[in-house]
């Protein structure tokens, strides 16, 4: 999870007021960018919340879908 959220973060059309999720949201990091390296305080941080499956499911699927979302449309 961790490293989607990296991938989420590093991606150039990245802004944080657009993530839908609001639980997403509250977990990124503030810094963000293609140099963002933060996985490890990102991982210690995300276990400290104590995060139930159901909200870590959430994190991921909505985390995924950002990327998809940043990447655009597929080509028909």
């Not at 991606?11 to 293609?34: C, I, K, M, T, W």
């Not at 140099?35 to 276990?47: F, I, K, Q, S």
Request: net charge positive; charged share 25%.
């Amino acid at each position: 999870m961790t490293a989607q959220i990296g991938r989420l973060l590093r991606h150039p059309a990245f802004r944080r007021e657009s993530v839908v999720s609001p639980l997403l949201q509250r977990h990124l990091p503030n810094d963000a960018g293609y140099a963002w390296n933060g996985e490890a305080a990102l991982r210690e941080r995300l276990g400290r919340a104590g995060l139930d499956a159901a909200s870590i499911d959430h994190l991921i699927r909505n985390t995924q879908s950002e990327i998809q979302r940043l990447r655009g449309p597929a080509d028909a």
